[in-house]
């Protein structure tokens, strides 16, 4: 049962295995998702113990994301040459050893360091544990539920980040952030030994060290200059220079996998319009949902004064609507159709951010409550995306699949902070100066102010002017509006995108070999 299998080793699976399997799957995927958001509650404390300055802070943060981006496609090449089952397990182990260090941390490059063994073994761990579904669940409509959990695994993981960091920050250290962890993989590590079967592609990718070198420094290179530009603006040249060096690299990538025999990546996945519509949904909603977090968590802690728990319980109604849509979306879609579903639930989520914008000013958190679900209920589409992506893939070419699928999360999360991330600080910045410069207040602190709301509110706070904080939450209640109508636009031409691609009568649940 765990021998080295180039078959497909899940037809002997037993029922109760199987679904044991996808159990071990999406909880170590959850610790994963989990590990994205939980930081950023646990940041303030960490940067004051071990005395980060403001850009070591900006790499504790990032270094996860970009380590765990670039090592994505190399990692599932390796899982189909050296085995998925052996590479998953290696990768729990790394997980769970990375987070024990924490505890010898002291400094902020020993954090730092640490984070990007995290970003290490969360590479080898989750575009496994999507291939691995494709190995457990031979049958199609069972796997179409399987990726289903494992969608909403992924989604819920994101969102719990928030509240479980609050409520470990409120009854211990910021250490906990990262000791959580330990449980968790080594659950899966003991249980993933027993349950999972081994699978070797028979035809393994042959391994390219300059296509893994480029793969690593342009995705790398690619998402850094992204997110340096929602931190700094568009103006920041170094920004610029790794934009266009990244875009070059894996331009050079791409023409090397579409000229080899047998490439590392196999892009010709992209001839399928079902695949190419998978994709796409899976980026757009991650989009959407980095965005979500990103957005209500300011609101709710500057604008409405919620602490860290208290923000995180009270997004709380979209990890609910992401539990329920996920699992139930490939049902939906074997009886009404997987193009009817994605792209209604691509157009569901939109009509969430439509409802920040449409809500009466300022929004109340009971409005929010209603964006909240209807974002959380697209999540559907992620579960209905995995869907055309894996089982409309051949197995040996799930690695392949699973790696740029798991690509796919990373660039939507840190497009969806970037884009509308800036774009509520731009019209934030624009606001507050002509609110303020109404209200007669001085013009050096409006300016400063205008760099965020956290600035305002330290401000307003030093200089004894209230006044001005309140213009500040003003101005953001504005600019989380005008954010919403472009998530609705973006949205809406995912949906309209995916509609598109998918074929009217395409069955997710069909086989693929």
Not at 124 to 153: N, Q, Y
Not at 265 to 280: C, E, V
Not at 296 to 315: K, R
Not at 495 to 512: C, K, M, N, S
Request: proline share 5%; net charge neutral.
């Amino acid at each position: 049962m765990t021998g080295g299998i180039t078959g497909e080793p899940a037809r002997v699976i037993s029922r109760w295995r199987r679904w044991a399997a996808l159990a071990v799957l999406s909880l170590s995927l959850a610790g994963i998702s989990m590990d994205m958001t939980i930081l950023n509650v646990a940041l303030p404390q960490l940067a004051a113990d071990v005395h980060a300055t403001s850009v070591q802070q900006l790499w504790i943060v990032d270094i996860y994301s970009l380590v765990l981006a670039g090592l994505l496609v190399p990692m599932s090449a390796a899982a189909d040459r050296l085995g998925r089952r052996s590479v998953l397990l290696t990768g729990y182990g790394i997980f769970a050893a990375a987070s024990l260090l924490v505890v010898l941390a002291d400094s902020a490059p020993a954090v730092i360091a640490i984070r990007a063994l995290l970003g290490i073994g969360g590479a080898m761990i989750m575009p496994t544990t999507l291939s691995m579904i494709r190995v457990v669940f031979t049958d199609p409509r069972e796997r179409a539920t399987a990726l289903g959990i494992w969608a909403a695994a992924s989604s819920v993981g994101m969102a719990i980040g928030p509240v479980l960091g609050g409520f470990l920050l409120e009854h211990g250290s910021w250490h906990a952030a990262f000791l959580v962890n330990i449980p968790v993989m080594g659950v899966a590590l003991v249980a993933g030994s027993l349950l999972l079967p081994e699978f070797r592609s028979p035809t393994p990718p042959q391994w390219d060290l300059p296509g893994a070198l480029a793969s690593i420094t342009g995705t790398v290179a690619l998402i850094w200059a992204i997110t340096t530009f929602a931190e700094r603006g568009v103006t920041d040249q170094p920004a610029w220079i790794a934009l266009l060096a990244g875009t070059g690299i894996l331009a050079w990538f791409i023409r090397r996998c579409l000229r080899h025999d047998n490439p590392m990546l196999d892009l010709g996945l992209f001839r399928s319009k079902p695949f190419t519509a998978g994709i796409l949904a899976a980026t757009t909603f991650m989009f959407a949902m980095s965005a979500l977090l990103l957005l209500s968590a300011q609101w709710l802690q500057i604008v409405e004064g919620a602490s860290p728990l208290e923000a995180g319980l009270a997004m709380l109604p979209a990890v609910l609507a992401v539990g329920v849509a996920s699992p139930l979306a490939p049902g939906l879609a074997a009886r009404i159709g997987a193009r009817a579903v994605l792209g209604g639930e691509l157009g569901v989520t939109g009509m969430g951010f439509l409802t920040i914008y449409l809500a009466p000013q300022p929004i109340s958190y009971g409005w929010m409550v209603v964006a909240m679900i209807l974002l959380g209920a697209g999540a559907g589409s992620l579960a209905v995306g995995s869907a055309l992506i894996i089982s409309g893939t051949p197995q040996t070419k799930a690695g392949h699949a699973a790696a740029l699928e798991e690509t796919s999360y990373e660039l939507g999360s840190v497009l969806g902070i970037a884009v509308l991330g800036s774009a509520a600080a731009a019209i934030y910045s624009s606001r507050i100066t002509s609110l303020a410069s109404q209200a007669g207040l001085d013009l050096a602190q409006v300016r400063s102010a205008g760099q965020s709301l956290s600035a305002a509110e330290d401000i307003a706070r030093a200089a004894g002017t209230p006044e001005l904080m309140t213009l500040a939450d003003r101005a953001f209640t504005t600019a989380l509006a005008d954010t919403g109508l472009i998530g609705f636009v973006v949205m809406t031409l995912a949906a309209v995108g995916v509609t598109v691609l998918v074929p009217r009568r395409y069955d997710i649940t069909r086989a693929v070999h």
